[in-house]
């Protein structure tokens, strides 16, 4: 029996955190399918998105770790995994989802897992967010005269 793992996330401008994330999610199993954000689910839950999500899907399935990666459902979180049907979901650390919950609802559906937390990744300070800020500082102190 094949083990997939299913990994979601929305992989805006992919950084070392993101690599460790996949790289841990695919130990887990034989298969990592990754399901990545819709722009329109990045924007509601993080920020607007940096690059498209095409492009994003593209740039998560050339990692190593990932053997598939697909765009996510505009309107249920769930229909990922309902097509799919992983054995383990692997969130990572600052995911909002409760696991209880995750695991519960997939059950309600047909498609038993169990969900497996990452441990905090060690590259923290690269997340995108902190790399925008460092970039936007450096400029702001460049354009200084």
């Known amino acids: 029996m094949v083990v997939r ?3 979601t996330g929305v992989f805006d401008l992919l950084h070392p955190g993101h690599l460790y994330f996949l790289t841990e999610a695919r130990k887990l199993g034989d ?17 607007e998105p940096y690059v498209p999500e095409t492009l994003r899907r593209e740039m998560v ?3 190593k770790p990932v053997d598939r ?10 229909e990922s995994v ?3 049907k992983p054995n383990i979901i692997a ?3 600052n995911q909002v989802w409760n696991e209880t919950e995750v695991v519960r609802e997939c059950a309600r559906r047909g498609v038993p897992v169990t969900v497996a937390r990452i441990n905090r990744r060690p590259y923290d300070d690269l997340a995108t967010r902190r790399i ?10 460049e354009a200084r005269p």
Request: glycine residues 4%; charged residues 30%.
């Open 69 to 78: 990666a697909i765009l996510g459902s505009t309107t249920d979180i769930y």
């Open 132 to 141: 925008v800020e460092r970039i936007v500082e450096r400029h702001a102190k």
């Open 5 to 7: 793992v299913m990994a």
């Open 31 to 47: 298969e990592l399918v990754v399901v990545v954000a819709r722009d329109q689910t990045a924007r509601r839950l993080k920020h």
């Open 91 to 93: 969130l990572g650390y």
């Open 82 to 84: 309902v097509h799919e």
């Open 61 to 63: 399935e050339a990692l």
